[in-house]
Each structure stands twice: as structure tokens, then as C-alpha cells.
């Protein structure tokens, strides 16, 4: 049996249906294959007990569930409005100046995945930017290089 | 801020540790509750007239004695604490689970004992890895508390992002482990609600309220605030003014004291355009609009609300149309489609709203644009497109000179200077041209 098949038997402990364990169970193959890959649905789906089609159709409705691949690192962008009123576009252009890509694309070497998100409930700490699900709070577009070369440097 | 209840002693200590929190008689209250025995920890809590603080502001007494006894109905009783805090604006539950962990669970431990659940799930939305983190060393610390825990059982539950679990059977779904839409009610949760069985849904600052309303009583604590509005409310403050953050101010404080005593006024000392009160859900107040008091009487007067408490403050340089389109967009990606006039009706209004934007609408469309925004509202099963539409509609509302302009000079007469003009939303990426066609 595979580690995902364990963990998953685990989680699905967790809860009085197993039915509630399919984000967390997502959420890890997801983790261990780096998207939701068809192989990566298809463990995910054995483990639970149920088809891929069911843990393709529930993955797709969710923004932190990928059904393609992503890089390994993943750089999201608040652009919602309290962000925005402090110049999170800014952030944002210049994420695509010293990443080389637009948003919303992989860099060529696989390596990070930029995005805009929506609120990322830092409102008062703006811009967000969420590193690889941790929040940078005060971001400002001169900041930006140094996080990107903590990500190059795999800090 | 003498009033502090939810964050009581949490700028003066560490309480996200146990020690610290039973150090200022943390748990107290859990242990106070038991020994009064379920009914009258619901009547406590009536008594201080809390309503819901996620936004719908129902009171929560009312909300517990809806679960049905064990012998009306005997599946087993859970409680859901709604963590999916989304709503643009708001960021309060973040900081309430990062800063005080141990009274929000403590609050959750209560409300278990007040509505007989012995499972209480905290569903957290996905991002929130930080609030997340800090919880789940709060509950490794109880592990061996059985004094504390006594039996009940704390799953935290992560979502996945969507901003639509946040609507209360649209997370019960979520929770289930499938898409999260919403359900038809009735039957209410508090009937049918997860496992098809009878469900509390409150809210993270809810939960936190309840141990110092056992605490101090909740007569003492209806003593806070003005009628209708009791207590405290934890405001999120963001967008254009020298100091954003959350506070915890007392119901009732006016809007301007918000923006100019907490905020600071507004960055570089700008005139105020306009203020979103309660997350953007709610209707925009202007300038002139802000000598209100921050409840539900007095907001609902000017037919606006405290939502989810999150106050974004704009400044003169700011758009109305450019506001209009991020909201709209925003709701254009977080629509579940499940209703058609929501799945649709926003991608119009966004459309239309692009159009007014880049100068390409007729007058008509203006018209069109409350013509889509009415044919939203109260035909769907959740809020959230109406709540789209009143946003949108509210902005048109009151500042219609704003929107005619565009239309009349074939341009934004904001263009580039406005902070908001062309900020990339998620659903930009791939959905739809920048300029649609809107038919005649």
C-alpha cells in the first residue's frame, strides 16, 4: 500500500463519514504529486474508495486544488480592492518583471507559479502575497526582487 | 479601547499559550457552563442579546434553542464554526484565531455543551496557514486536558478555496467532501444540517464572545453597545487611511471615529470618497454619509449593514466604475453557478461595467446595468449574487453624476490616476475579452 493510501485511511478516521476526508485527502496527494495529476486522482481515489471522476469533479470547484501542473513554488497576489487601493497591481507587474512570465504562467524552468488571488483576508496588512501559503504582509513592489531571490535561493 | 472582550489582556500577553490563558482565568467560564446545565447557558447567552458576527447577525440564543432536543430527534448534534473568513475587507477571524486561539476554543467547548454536540468542526479557509498553525499547537496543548476537552472532540477542517463556503450550507456541503454549493432551505441546518443532522453554524468571533459572556453574564455584558447592537465588534479597517488593523470597539461608535480616531484619517490627508462598511457585501456610504453610528439600527437606516465588520476606506482619487468592475469580478469568480441569474448575471454586470469603463457605453446600458443587478436579487438560494448586485447597484446609486460621466465624455475621467484602474482580478486571467459586445 502506498503512504497516500495510509494517511488517507487515517483521515478518513478523522471524521464520523468519510466522505469529509476528500479535501484533506486531496489536499495531500496534491501535495505529494505536485498537482492533481490523472495518477494523482486515480491514488486519491482508490485510497477513499470512490472514482476519480468524483475527486476530479469536487478538485476543479476549489482555487487551491490544481488539475494541471503548477511550479513547485507558488507566488498568489491579493488584487482585491483594499490591496488593490495600495498598489497591488504594482506588486504584481513587478512579480512579472522579475519572474519573466505573466501572471497567471509557470516560469520556463518549472520553478514558480505566479497568480492573482482573490481577498486573502490581510486586508489591513496590505499588499498580500501569499509564498507558498504563507503570508508576506506590507508588500511594496521595491521588495519584490528579495522575495524573489529567497524563492531562487530556496529559502 | 477599554471595552476589549474578544481580545481582553491579548496585547498584554502571549494567550495563544495555555498557561497564559488560564493565567488570566481562561476556562473558567467552560467550567462555569457545565455546571449550569445546557438550557441555561442558551438563556445566558439570550440574555446578552449577541447576534451572529460573521454577518448575518442572527441572534445566536435564538439560533441554539432552534437544535432539537435529544428526544425530538435523536441523531447526534454537531457544532460547525464557520473559520472561512472571505469576505473582502475582513481579516478580524484571522487575527481573533492567531491572538486569542484558547478563547475561541473555549467558546467552542461552550456552545458544545449548550446545543449537546460532542463533535464541533472549525472549518478554516485553506489560506489562512498562519490562524491554522496557531490552532493546531492550541489543541496539542489540550490533548491531555481531559478536564477541558471532556469528550468532545475539535476536527479542523481546511478549505480549499472558495469564497462561497463561507455561506453556511454551502460549507456543510464542503465539509461533506464535495462542491460547495449552497442547499435549499429549509430544512435549516439547525433540522438538517451536516450529516443531515441538526447543526450549529456560528462564526469565529461569535465562539470568541461566549466565554466572557458566561464570564461576567449576560446581562452585564447587553450593558455594552446600543440596543438591538450589544457588545463589542471586532472592525477590520483597510484601505486608505494612515492606521488599518482591527479593533474592538463597542457597538454604536460612529463611522467617523472609525475612519479618523482608529484609522488615523485618511493617507496623505486626502479627502474621503467613500466608505464600504461592512465587506462588499454591503452598500457603499459617501463622504457626507459617515456621522452614523457602526450598528445595525443606524446602518440600516441608510439601508446599508456591519456585514462582516469590514470597513474599506477610499480616498478622492478613486473610481467608482473601476470599484464597480473588481467587485463584480470578484463575484463573477466566486459564483458557485448554481443560479443562473447570479452564474450569469454578474459576468454581465462586469461587462457592462467594462464598457462603461473604456467609454464604449451607450446610455442604455447604465440602465441595463440595475436592470441585470434587480433580475439578481432575491432569485437565487444564497446572497451571494445579490449581494453583488446591491454593491454594484449602491455604487451606481449614489454616485450617478460618477457613472453619466463616463457615458457622456467616452472615457473615465479618472483613467490611470485612480488606484483601482486596471487591477488584474483571477477571473481576467482566461474568462472573458476586455471589452465585450452588449447587444442593443
Not at chain 2, 471595552?3 to 494567550?15: C, G, K, S, T, W
Not at chain 2, 489543541?139 to 486536558?145: M, N, Y
Request: aromatic residues 6%.
Amino acid at each position: 500500500m502506498s503512504e497516500l493510501y495510509t494517511e488517507v485511511q487515517r483521515l478518513k478516521e478523522t471524521y464520523p463519514d468519510w466522505h469529509s476526508a476528500m479535501l484533506p485527502a486531496l489536499r495531500l496527494a496534491q501535495e505529494k504529486h505536485g498537482y492533481l495529476s490523472p495518477e494523482a486522482l486515480r491514488e486519491c481515489a482508490d485510497a477513499l474508495g470512490t472514482t476519480p471522476a468524483v475527486c476530479e469533479a469536487v478538485a476543479s470547484f476549489y482555487d487551491m486544488l490544481h488539475l494541471k501542473p503548477i511550479g513547485l513554488h507558488m507566488v498568489e497576489v491579493c488584487t482585491n480592492v483594499s490591496c488593490a487601493l495600495v498598489g497591488a497591481q504594482q506588486v504584481l507587474e513587478r512579480f512579472e518583471q522579475e519572474l519573466g512570465v505573466s501572471a497567471g504562467e509557470t516560469t520556463a524552468d518549472g520553478e514558480v507559479t505566479l497568480r492573482p488571488i482573490e481577498c486573502l483576508g490581510g486586508c489591513g496588512w496590505a499588499t498580500i502575497v501569499s509564498v507558498d501559503h504563507h503570508y508576506r504582509t506590507h508588500v511594496k513592489p521595491e521588495d519584490v526582487p528579495r522575495i524573489v531571490q529567497e524563492l531562487r535561493n530556496g529559502e | 479601547m477599554a471595552n476589549e472582550v474578544v481580545f481582553a489582556d491579548a496585547y498584554e500577553r502571549d494567550l495563544t499559550k495555555l498557561a497564559e490563558y488560564e493565567a488570566i482565568g481562561g476556562y473558567a467560564a467552560l467550567a462555569k457552563a457545565r455546571t449550569m446545565g445546557p438550557q441555561a447557558v442558551i438563556d445566558e447567552v439570550s440574555a446578552s442579546e449577541l447576534r451572529g458576527r460573521g454577518g448575518a447577525f442572527f441572534p445566536t440564543g435564538r439560533k441554539w434553542a432552534f437544535i432539537p432536543k435529544p428526544d425530538q430527534n435523536p441523531n447526534p448534534h454537531y457544532l460547525v464554526v464557520n473559520a472561512d473568513e472571505s469576505e473582502p475587507g475582513s481579516f478580524k477571524d484571522n487575527e481573533i484565531m492567531a491572538r486569542v486561539p484558547h478563547r475561541f476554543i473555549e467558546g467552542c467547548l461552550i456552545t458544545a455543551h449548550a446545543v449537546e454536540a460532542k463533535w464541533v468542526f472549525v472549518y478554516i479557509r485553506g489560506e489562512y496557514t498562519g490562524p491554522y498553525e496557531v490552532l493546531v499547537a492550541a489543541l496539542e496543548e489540550l490533548k491531555a486536558r481531559d478536564d477541558i476537552l471532556d469528550g468532545v472532540t475539535i476536527v479542523l477542517h481546511r478549505g480549499a478555496g472558495a469564497y462561497i463556503c463561507g455561506e453556511e450550507t454551502a460549507l456543510l456541503e464542503s465539509l461533506e467532501g464535495k462542491r460547495g454549493q449552497p442547499r435549499t432551505k429549509p430544512p435549516f441546518p439547525a433540522v438538517e444540517g451536516l450529516y443531515r443532522s441538526p447543526t450549529v453554524v456560528n462564526n469565529v468571533e461569535t465562539m470568541a464572545t461566549i466565554p466572557p459572556i458566561i464570564d461576567i453574564g449576560g446581562a452585564e455584558y447587553a450593558k455594552l453597545g446600543v440596543p438591538d447592537s450589544r457588545g463589542t465588534r471586532v472592525v477590520s479597517i483597510s484601505g486608505h487611511v494612515k492606521r488599518p488593523g482591527n479593533y474592538e470597539i463597542e457597538n454604536g461608535t460612529s463611522v467617523r471615529s472609525l475612519i479618523y480616531d482608529l484609522g488615523g484619517g485618511i493617507t496623505e490627508d486626502r479627502p474621503l470618497k467613500a466608505v464600504i462598511p461592512g465587506g462588499s457585501s454591503t452598500v457603499i456610504l459617501r463622504y457626507d454619509e459617515i456621522d452614523v453610528g457602526y450598528d445595525f439600527n443606524s446602518l440600516l437606516a441608510l439601508k446599508t449593514a456591519m456585514g462582516s465588520a469590514g470597513v474599506v476606506v477610499l480616498d478622492d482619487r478613486c473610481c467608482m466604475v473601476q470599484l464597480g468592475i473588481r467587485i463584480s469580478e470578484f463575484y463573477e469568480h466566486e459564483s458557485c453557478g448554481k443560479c443562473t441569474p447570479c452564474r450569469e448575471g454578474t459576468r454581465w454586470m462586469t461587462q457592462i461595467l467594462r464598457r462603461l469603463e473604456a467609454g464604449e457605453a451607450d446610455q442604455h446600458e447604465l440602465d441595463l446595468l440595475l436592470d441585470v443587478c434587480d433580475r439578481i436579487n432575491g432569485k437565487c438560494l444564497c446572497p451571494l449574487g445579490e449581494t453583488a448586485a446591491i454593491a454594484v447597484a449602491s455604487y451606481v446609486d449614489k454616485f450617478r453624476g460618477e457613472f453619466q460621466q463616463h457615458v457622456d465624455e467616452g472615457a473615465c475621467p479618472f483613467g490611470e490616476s485612480s488606484p483601482l484602474h486596471n487591477v488584474l482580478a483571477p477571473v481576467a486571467m482566461h474568462t472573458h475579452s476586455p471589452v465585450a459586445v452588449v447587444p442593443a
